[in-house]
């Protein structure tokens, strides 16, 4: 059975910073494009950052640019969301999702494989 899980979620002060991971079980990541989205209630799901299958590209919704980093740790299987300099308005649900392709993917529809999300707070 395919199956993501985000973890590393939680709350911190505006200007913290926290660490997302994914985990794949079912397949291993290394073989998927993955992508980062995050859905505030009552706004719809968007993109914050994918990276290629093959970690030669990468790429960050403006809002997060210079602030987050997406990674791959191919030795533990993980994709790892860094996440600095937090603002309230990062607050959402945070979703791991992969596509089998090579390429970077932006819209929630061209991923196949979605974990369950993991609630990110930005609040003093």
């Known amino acids: 059975q395919v199956q993501l899980v985000e973890s590393g979620g939680g709350l911190v002060q505006p200007g913290g910073s926290l660490r997302l991971s994914c985990l794949a079980s079912?397949?291993?990541?290394?073989?998927?494009?993955i992508g980062w989205f995050r859905q505030a209630p009552g706004k719809e799901r968007e993109v914050v950052s994918c990276i290629s299958r093959s970690d030669t590209d990468a790429s960050y919704a403006d809002s997060v640019k210079g602030r987050f980093t997406i990674s791959r740790d191919n030795v533990k299987d993980t994709v790892v969301l860094q996440m600095n300099s937090l603002e309230p308005k990062d607050t959402a649900a945070y979703y791991c999702?992969?596509?089998?392709?090579?390429?970077?993917?932006?819209?929630?529809?061209?991923?196949?494989?979605w974990g369950q999300g993991i609630q990110v707070t930005v609040s003093s």
């Open positions: 079912g397949f291993t990541l290394e073989t998927k494009a």
């Open positions: 999702a992969a596509r089998s392709y090579s390429t970077l993917g932006t819209a929630p529809l061209e991923y196949s494989y």
